[in-house]
T-cell receptor
Framework: DAGVTQSPTHLIKTRGQHVTLRCSPISGHKSVSWYQQVLGQGPQFIFQYYEKEERGRGNFPDRFSARQFPNYSSELNVNALLLGDSALYLC?????????????FGPGTRLTVL | GDSVTQMEGPVTLSEEAFLTINCTYTATGYPSLFWYVQYPGEGLQLLLKATKADDKGSNKGFEATYRKETTSFHLEKGSVQVSDSAVYFCARIEYGNKLVFGAGTILRVKS
């Protein structure tokens, strides 16, 4: 079975631009979460979606938004990019929205903002 | 606020040495605890988890025991290999299934 997939793998943007990152969860998983990992740090929670509804939002500005589609795939959008948005963006999926569920991570999208 | 604290790295060991990476957490209640591993240029892989106090998670020779008395979840391996070189992240669950990660510990194993 395929794991969590993310696209694109790498992305280079300039300040002020907009970016859309995509994630496909493991088949049968209904929960998708997004994390930002700045170089040398642990991942930071951005959003969680379950059954197409937002279930949680981390401490990120309104420039960050996300949605989940009927097939449970998800998009993360970032507007008005800043240099500090350069990071590895990780998507994780789990079968439900329970605290004991394991989250499985994709390989990430490396975003560089110049 | 609630957090996860890991020992600072890098940790450098010779092959077949014993490994301990310390992890402590603060939280209300008894959250599920996890160890994830990140190899160079890759995403995170679940290494092991424990969902309640006194549980022991284990995988690929790695072990960690959920100690509620000391709010700890230290990672151990009896004999490390060069292929274990990676960054190790301790994490706990917050509300729903939001993961809160430690800063990560770099492990370097030399032959």
């Amino acid at each position: 079975d395929a794991g969590v997939t993310q696209s694109p793998t790498h992305l280079i943007k300039t300040r002020g631009q907009h970016v859309t990152l995509r994630c496909s969860p493991i088949s049968g998983h209904k929960s998708v979460s997004w994390y930002q990992q700045v170089l040398g740090q642990g991942p930071q929670f951005i959003f969680q979606y379950y059954e197409k509804e937002e279930r949680g939002r981390g401490n990120f500005p309104d420039r960050f938004s996300a949605r989940q589609f009927p097939n449970y795939s998800s998009e993360l959008n970032v507007n008005a990019l800043l240099l500090g948005d350069s990071a590895l963006y990780l998507c994780a999926s789990s079968s439900r929205d329970e605290s004991t569920d394991t989250q499985y991570f994709g390989p990430g999208t490396r975003l560089t903002v110049l | 606020g609630d957090s996860v604290t890991q020992m600072e790295g890098p940790v450098t060991l010779s092959e077949e040495a014993f490994l301990t990476i310390n992890c402590t957490y603060t939280a209300t209640g008894y959250p599920s605890l996890f160890w994830y591993v990140q190899y160079p240029g890759e995403g995170l892989q679940l290494l092991l988890k424990a969902t309640k106090a006194d549980d022991k998670g284990s995988n690929k020779g790695f072990e960690a025991t959920y100690r509620k008395e000391t709010t700890s979840f230290h990672l151990e391996k009896g004999s490390v290999q060069v292929s274990d070189s990676a960054v190790y992240f301790c994490a706990r669950i917050e509300y729903g299934n939001k993961l809160v990660f430690g800063a990560g510990t770099i492990l370097r194993v030399k032959s």
